[in-house]
C-alpha cells in the first residue's frame, strides 16, 4: 500500500528505553528520516538513515533498518520526559524528487 | 539564517473568506511544499514546488492554489475557506536529489480555525 505505519502511543517510565516502529512501503527508498514534533511546535529532524546501512547510532539515539521486513525502528536510550513528543517515520521513495511520505505520527509519553 | 519562517502563527477566519498563509525560507532550497496536519491523520502533502515557476499538486489540493514566482517564496492561498479547513498547516523546504540532503526544514506552523 501507500501509507507508512507508526503505531500511535507509546508510554515509558523515565530512564527507560523507548522503541518506536516504523514500516514503510517501497524497498528501493534511499532514505528514511525520524522527525521529532513537540507541542505547539513544527518537525525537527532528528536522524536519518541512508538505505544501505543496517544501524546508526547518534548519541542517545539508534536506527535499526531491515530492508527485507521494510521495518525501521528508533531507540532512545535513558528516555527523558524533554523526550515527550509525537515521533515521525518519513521515506524518500525517489519516484517524485524531492518528496518525502510521512507516518502518522507516534506519541511518545514519558512518566517520572 | 532564519530558516523557514511562516506567517501567521494563528488566524480565525469566517467561511467564504480567502487568505494568503506566507512562507520564507533563506537557505536557497529549490524545493518547498506544503503541508497540513489533523489529529491522527498525520502530515497531507497540499502542493509542493521543485523550482521559482513550477508548482503541483500533492494529495489533499483542493480549495488551495500555489505560486513560485521566487525561489524564496511560497504562499498557500485559500480560495474560499470552510471549516474542514481548519488545521494547522506547515511549511518545508529542502534541495533537490542529492541524497542526505533531501532533509526537509519544517517552518513553525500557522495554525487555522474557519468558523
Known amino acids: 500500500g501507500e501509507d507508512v505505519e507508526q503505531s500511535l502511543f507509546l508510554s515509558v517510565r523515565e530512564g527507560d528505553s523507548s522503541v518506536i516502529n516504523c514500516t514503510y512501503t517501497?524497498?528501493?527508498?534511499?532514505?528514511l528520516y525520524w522527525y521529532k514534533q513537540e507541542p505547539g511546535a513544527g518537525l525537527q529532524l532528528l536522524t536519518y538513515?541512508?538505505?544501505?546501512?543496517d544501524m546508526k547510532q547518534d548519541q542517545r539515539l539508534t536506527v535499526l533498518l531491515n530492508k527485507k521486513d521494510k521495518h525501521l525502528s528508533l531507540r532512545i536510550a535513558d528516555t527523558q520526559t524533554g523526550d515527550s513528543a509525537i515521533y515521525f517515520c518519513a521515506e524518500y521513495r525517489g519516484s517524485t524528487l524531492g518528496r518525502l511520505y510521512f507516518g502518522r505520527g507516534t506519541q511518545l509519553t514519558v512518566w517520572p | 539564517n532564519a530558516g523557514v519562517t511562516q506567517t501567521p502563527k494563528f488566524q480565525v477566519l469566517k467561511t467564504g473568506q480567502s487568505m494568503t498563509l506566507q512562507c520564507a525560507q533563506d537557505?536557497?532550497?529549490?524545493?518547498m511544499s506544503w503541508y497540513r496536519q489533523d489529529p491522527g491523520m498525520g502530515l497531507r502533502l497540499i502542493h509542493y514546488s521543485v523550482g521559482a515557476g513550477i508548482t503541483d499538486q500533492g494529495e489533499v489540493p483542493n480549495g488551495y492554489n500555489v505560486s513560485r514566482s521566487t525561489t524564496e517564496d511560497f504562499p498557500l492561498r485559500l480560495l474560499s475557506a470552510a471549516p474542514s479547513q481548519t488545521s494547522v498547516y506547515f511549511c518545508?523546504?529542502?534541495?533537490?536529489?542529492?541524497?542526505?540532503?533531501?532533509?526537509?526544514?519544517f517552518g513553525p506552523g500557522t495554525r487555522l480555525t474557519v468558523l
Open positions: 537557505m536557497n532550497h529549490e524545493y
Open positions: 517501497d524497498s528501493s527508498s534511499t532514505y
Open positions: 538513515i541512508f538505505s544501505n546501512m
Open positions: 518545508a523546504s529542502s534541495y533537490l536529489g542529492r541524497g542526505d540532503k533531501d532533509t526537509q526544514y
